[in-house]
């Protein structure tokens, strides 16, 4: 007999998440605090988007929490999922982007989500998905090593396997096909989730969930007193360009939440304050720019390397 789904405990999680992490991003901002914006959903549900601005440590930051239900599927679900259709559905998550006003710390983007879809006579259609990658503008090999770790550990009780088809999965997914690029030097990705049946895959939602603090904010304390100049503070803009790319042309939770109808200002948190494209930009040839791309930005192995 497979176990029920506990739409409520995992609905608990994620609000009690979005209070987590909202707490420790505000301790180590130390000025600004967490703006909430609570928001429905005419078409059935709602969420609280909280935002973070002008801080001293962020510039911008969003962590929101959605949970949408309707009677039909989105085009960006059945297009890969087509006997979803016609189903009623259930989509819930944390969503979260940290854009940090010093170079020197990386963007982080983190998302644990969990959707299901309802028939009258057939079973649910259930699984949850997420991950955390990281996106650096002047990498720096032990922050990459680290984030890696914090992912690889929070994995290994649920298989060996489990670390390196999520980090590959990350390394496939955030990667800008038009630039043939990676958007950042990776850590997790997953989908689908559900082959442990409901309280393993939660749990590991869970795990997942739990270790965004635990990666980021090491990286952050190491950074955050590093000067920088005005020349980095542009490049730091041309790589948020990036970001602005892949979200608006990749990424499926846009996609999902704009063809919904969900709320705009809170799909669209994600993106930075400011951001710079120049034609045919390019860094300068064995510059410390230059060498994100070309010494961070591919699908390493950091754990291997740095065993």
Same mark, same amino acid.
């Given at each position: 007999?497979?176990?029920?789904?506990?739409?409520?405990?995992?609905?608990?999680?994620?609000?009690?998440?979005?209070?987590?992490?909202?707490?420790?991003?505000?301790?180590?901002?130390?000025?600004?605090?967490?703006?909430?914006?609570?928001?429905?959903?005419?078409?059935?549900?709602?969420?609280?988007?909280?935002?973070?601005?002008?801080?001293?440590?962020?510039?911008? @930051? +969003?962590?929101? *929490?959605?949970? =949408?239900?309707?009677? !039909?599927?989105?085009? $960006?679900?059945?297009?890969? #999922?087509?006997?979803?259709?016609?189903?009623?559905?259930?989509?819930?998550?944390?969503?979260?982007?940290?854009?940090?006003?010093?170079?020197?710390?990386?963007?982080?983007?983190?998302?644990?989500?969990?959707?299901?879809?309802?028939?009258?006579?057939?079973?649910?259609?259930?699984?949850?998905?997420?991950?955390?990658?990281?996106?650096?503008?002047?990498?720096?090999?032990?922050?990459?090593?680290?984030?890696?770790?914090?992912?690889?550990?929070?994995?290994?009780?649920?298989?060996?396997?489990?670390?390196?088809?999520?980090?590959?999965?990350?390394?496939?997914?955030?990667?800008?096909?038009?630039?043939?690029?990676?958007?950042?030097? @990776? +850590?997790?990705? *997953?989908?689908? =989730?559900?082959?442990? !049946?409901?309280?393993? $895959?939660?749990?590991?939602? #869970?795990?997942?969930?739990?270790?965004?603090?635990?990666?980021?904010?090491?990286?952050?304390?190491?950074?955050?007193?590093?000067?920088?100049?005005?020349?980095?503070?542009?490049?730091?803009?041309?790589?948020?360009?990036?970001?602005?790319?892949?979200?608006?042309?990749?990424?499926?939770?846009?996609?999902?939440?704009?063809?919904?109808?969900?709320?705009?200002?809170?799909?669209?948190?994600?993106?930075?304050?400011?951001?710079?494209?120049?034609?045919?930009?390019?860094?300068?040839?064995?510059?410390?720019?230059?060498?994100?791309?070309?010494?961070?930005?591919?699908?390493?192995?950091?754990?291997?390397?740095?065993?």
């Amino acid at each position: 007999m497979p176990q029920p789904a506990d739409v409520a405990a995992v609905k608990s999680y994620l609000t009690g998440l979005q209070d987590r992490i909202c707490a420790a991003l505000e301790q180590i901002d130390g000025q600004a605090h967490f703006a909430e914006d609570e928001w429905q959903r005419p078409g059935g549900g709602g969420g609280r988007s909280r935002i973070i601005e002008n801080g001293g440590l962020l510039e911008k @930051g +969003g962590v929101g *929490f959605s949970h =949408v239900f309707g009677a !039909g599927m989105p085009p $960006s679900a059945t297009a890969h #999922r087509p006997e979803l259709a016609g189903r009623h559905f259930q989509a819930m998550g944390v969503s979260l982007v940290m854009h940090p006003e010093n170079p020197h710390i990386p963007t982080s983007h983190a998302n644990v989500r969990f959707f299901i879809a309802e028939k009258a006579d057939a079973d649910p259609v259930w699984w949850f998905g997420g991950g955390f990658d990281l996106t650096p503008y002047y990498a720096h090999e032990e922050d990459c090593v680290h984030w890696h770790r914090v992912a690889r550990d929070a994995c290994a009780p649920f298989g060996e396997d489990v670390y390196p088809r999520f980090k590959a999965w990350c390394d496939e997914y955030f990667y800008l096909k038009h630039r043939q690029e990676a958007r950042g030097i @990776g +850590g997790l990705f *997953f989908d689908d =989730v559900n082959q442990w !049946g409901f309280e393993r $895959s939660f749990e590991f939602m #869970r795990a997942i969930g739990d270790a965004y603090l635990e990666a980021y904010l090491p990286i952050v304390e190491r950074r955050r007193l590093q000067t920088y100049t005005a020349e980095q503070k542009v490049f730091q803009e041309y790589r948020r360009g990036r970001y602005v790319e892949f979200n608006l042309v990749y990424d499926r939770g846009t996609l999902f939440g704009l063809q919904t109808g969900g709320r705009t200002e809170s799909i669209l948190m994600s993106l930075p304050p400011t951001v710079r494209w120049g034609y045919n930009w390019q860094s300068e040839p064995g510059s410390p720019e230059a060498r994100l791309v070309e010494d961070f930005l591919l699908a390493r192995d950091w754990l291997k390397e740095h065993s």
